[in-house]
Structure formats: structure tokens, C-alpha cells
């Protein structure tokens, strides 16, 4: 198991930890990090974003949650078969999420995408077996990179994701899976990572950086904590009207984002790029919502692995 006090300093200030019975206290701005549901909190926010962790993914609206769970299945759209699906992994009834999730993907992304998206995982993977050390997946949300890691190597991994309740989430999952012992999960921001300078041996992440916002804290973070990141990406291209939705553009445009990272000092690569066309994902006929919010209008996205040293 990776020895995770020997990689931690203060998100905050940088200072060491002190270790406590419920979590580490900074040995000189006094801040506490505490465990909480079984998973490290280092978020520096203020905001208490474990109050939705117990409310579910339908935040407590529990006759919305019915109409989606006493709907015979076969009666719910696609886009509703996979909001149910996500609402099970929250409920911890994972087989069930299992089966929906897969069907109700392949009927709400087009052929290719699904294709490209399989496709850039197993590269990804392929490329993160080679290296050795420390990994660290960033932004794991629902866990789907990890999940294949965790299934194709012998190795452990640290976690981070911004979310109190999909790191919950994933916390069960990793337990039904029989992986609880494999992954160290932490909660904190991309710009502020509770890791020592290169205390990292390799960054990991699909699609992760696309759901971040301020590029430049996050890919200067990355670079002080790791001497390697390996992320799989979907981008734009730099004229898709879908920009006009997005919050940064650094962060959804290829060769942005390539600059951006070498700004920060990285040496960076691009790798297996696939394009592949990318439909609207149908609304959902309960919730009056698509399940993604891009792409808006139909369109072709780059699904490619940027790996920086």
C-alpha cells in the first residue's frame, strides 16, 4: 500500500502534517484535514460540499427519484435509462448500474464516439503499465480510467476528485469490487494538491481536465507534485460553436491546452488521436435536461492522449 503520509504536505501553505486520530493537522497555518465517510477531505473551499453526500443523486427530491425507479425500464428514454443508471452507482446497487449504464450509453452516443472513447481508454492504459511509482488519478469522478487500471495491473493508486459524493460513491464501488484496499482516496482541487513537490511519480486522467476550470493553478500544481502526466482528452476544434458553452477554452481546445501545459514546463506529446462525430445526447423526459451538457449542436471531437514529462 502506497505510504501516503511520507507524499502529503498543507494544501494551504505547504507546511508538513501532523497526523491526528481523525485526519492531519498543519504544523503551522493550524488547518485541519479530517476523514470523513472513510475518505481524507483536503478542500480549502470553506464551502461545506458534504452536505449533498445522503441525499442521493437526486438531492433528496424523492418524487422525482420515484418516477424513475417505478417506471417500468422498458418505458424510460434512453437519456432517462442513463440518469437512472447513475442514480444506482449512488445507491450502491451496482449490478443493476452495471447492465443500464452499458445499454443506455449505446444508445445515447453515436457508434464512433463509444468506439473512439473504448479505443482511447485501453491506449491509455496500455501507456500507464509501462510506468512505475506513484500514480495518482485525478478527477476520478465515477471512476471509469481507475476501474480499468485497477482490473489490468497489480499496482495501487492514489484518488483525487473535487466531490464529496461521487468520491463516496466511488469509495462503495471500489468496496464491491474487492479494490477497497488498492486506492487511497483524497478530495481536493486540481489548483491546490495536498502532495509534496515531485512526491508523484505520474499523473493520470480521462477527460478530467475538461470538467476543471482555471488552467494555469492546475497544470502549474500538476507540474510541481508529479514528473509525468498522461491524460486522455476530448477537445473541439478551435471554430466549434460548442466553445461558445464552454467556461475555458484552454481547457477544450488541443493546442490550448498544449500550451498551456508548456507554460507551466512541461515537455508534451500528443498521441492516438481519434475523431469521432458527437451528437447532442437526447433530454431526458423526466428531468427536462440532457445528461451532458456538450456537445449542444452536433459536431466532430478529438479524443486525444497527451502525455507531458
Same mark, same amino acid.
Given at each position: 500500500?502506497?505510504?501516503?503520509?511520507?507524499?502529503?504536505?498543507?494544501?494551504?501553505?505547504?507546511?508538513?502534517?501532523?497526523?491526528?486520530?481523525?485526519?492531519?493537522?498543519?504544523?503551522?497555518?493550524?488547518?485541519?484535514?479530517?476523514?470523513?465517510?472513510?475518505?481524507?477531505?483536503?478542500?480549502?473551499?470553506?464551502?461545506?460540499?458534504?452536505?449533498?453526500?445522503?441525499?442521493?443523486?437526486?438531492?433528496?427530491?424523492?418524487?422525482?427519484?420515484?418516477?424513475?425507479?417505478?417506471?417500468?425500464?422498458?418505458?424510460? +428514454? @434512453?437519456?432517462?435509462?442513463?440518469?437512472?443508471?447513475?442514480? !444506482?452507482? $449512488? &445507491? /450502491?446497487?451496482? #449490478?443493476?448500474?452495471?447492465?443500464?449504464?452499458?445499454?443506455?450509453?449505446?444508445?445515447?452516443?453515436?457508434?464512433?464516439?463509444?468506439?473512439?472513447?473504448?479505443?482511447?481508454?485501453?491506449?491509455?492504459?496500455?501507456?500507464?503499465?509501462?510506468?512505475?511509482?506513484?500514480?495518482?488519478?485525478?478527477?476520478?469522478?465515477?471512476?471509469?480510467?481507475?476501474?480499468?487500471?485497477?482490473?489490468?495491473?497489480?499496482?495501487?493508486?492514489?484518488?483525487?476528485?473535487? +466531490? @464529496?459524493?461521487?468520491?463516496?460513491?466511488?469509495?462503495?464501488? !471500489?468496496? $464491491? &469490487? /474487492?479494490?477497497? #484496499?488498492?486506492?487511497?482516496?483524497?478530495?481536493?482541487?486540481?489548483?491546490?494538491?495536498?502532495?509534496?513537490?515531485?512526491?508523484?511519480?505520474?499523473?493520470?486522467?480521462?477527460?478530467?481536465?475538461?470538467?476543471?476550470?482555471?488552467?494555469?493553478?492546475?497544470?502549474?500544481?500538476?507540474?510541481?507534485?508529479?514528473?509525468?502526466?498522461?491524460?486522455?482528452?476530448?477537445?473541439?476544434?478551435?471554430?466549434?460553436?460548442?466553445?461558445?458553452?464552454?467556461?475555458?477554452?484552454?481547457?477544450?481546445?488541443?493546442?490550448?491546452?498544449?500550451?498551456?501545459?508548456?507554460?507551466?514546463?512541461?515537455?508534451?506529446?500528443?498521441?492516438?488521436?481519434?475523431?469521432?462525430?458527437?451528437?447532442?445526447?437526447?433530454?431526458?423526459?423526466?428531468?427536462?435536461?440532457?445528461?451532458?451538457?456538450?456537445?449542444?449542436?452536433?459536431?466532430?471531437?478529438?479524443?486525444?492522449?497527451?502525455?507531458?514529462?
Amino acid at each position: 500500500m502506497i505510504e501516503i503520509e511520507s507524499l502529503l504536505q498543507c494544501p494551504s501553505c505547504g507546511s508538513s502534517l501532523l497526523r491526528q486520530e481523525d485526519g492531519f493537522m498543519c504544523s503551522f497555518c493550524g488547518k485541519r484535514f479530517n476523514k470523513r465517510m472513510g475518505v481524507y477531505d483536503f478542500l480549502l473551499s470553506g464551502r461545506d460540499q458534504w452536505e449533498m453526500v445522503g441525499k442521493g443523486f437526486m438531492n433528496g427530491q424523492e418524487e422525482i427519484e420515484k418516477r424513475f425507479f417505478e417506471t417500468p425500464e422498458e418505458q424510460l +428514454s @434512453p437519456a432517462d435509462q442513463l440518469i437512472k443508471a447513475v442514480a !444506482l452507482w $449512488y &445507491r /450502491g446497487e451496482f #449490478d443493476e448500474f452495471k447492465r443500464l449504464m452499458q445499454s443506455s450509453r449505446e444508445a445515447i452516443y453515436t457508434e464512433e464516439y463509444n468506439r473512439a472513447m473504448v479505443q482511447s481508454v485501453h491506449h491509455t492504459v496500455e501507456l500507464i503499465k509501462k510506468e512505475s511509482g506513484v500514480v495518482l488519478d485525478l478527477a476520478t469522478g465515477m471512476g471509469g480510467l481507475l476501474e480499468e487500471l485497477l482490473t489490468y495491473t497489480e499496482r495501487d493508486y492514489l484518488s483525487a476528485d473535487i +466531490s @464529496p459524493s461521487s468520491s463516496f460513491g466511488l469509495l462503495q464501488y !471500489l468496496r $464491491y &469490487r /474487492g479494490w477497497g #484496499d488498492r486506492v487511497y482516496q483524497i478530495i481536493a482541487g486540481g489548483e491546490k494538491l495536498p502532495f509534496k513537490n515531485d512526491s508523484l511519480d505520474l499523473i493520470v486522467s480521462a477527460a478530467g481536465f475538461q470538467n476543471m476550470e482555471n488552467s494555469r493553478e492546475v497544470f502549474t500544481e500538476s507540474r510541481r507534485v508529479s514528473r509525468k502526466l498522461i491524460t486522455l482528452c476530448i477537445f473541439f476544434e478551435e471554430d466549434d460553436p460548442n466553445l461558445a458553452y464552454v467556461k475555458e477554452r484552454n481547457l477544450h481546445v488541443s493546442h490550448l491546452f498544449v500550451e498551456g501545459l508548456e507554460e507551466a514546463g512541461w515537455n508534451v506529446t500528443v498521441e492516438n488521436v481519434i475523431k469521432a462525430r458527437a451528437e447532442p445526447t437526447p433530454q431526458s423526459m423526466i428531468l427536462g435536461i440532457r445528461p451532458d451538457q456538450l456537445p449542444v449542436t452536433a459536431t466532430t471531437m478529438n479524443f486525444e492522449i497527451i502525455v507531458a514529462e
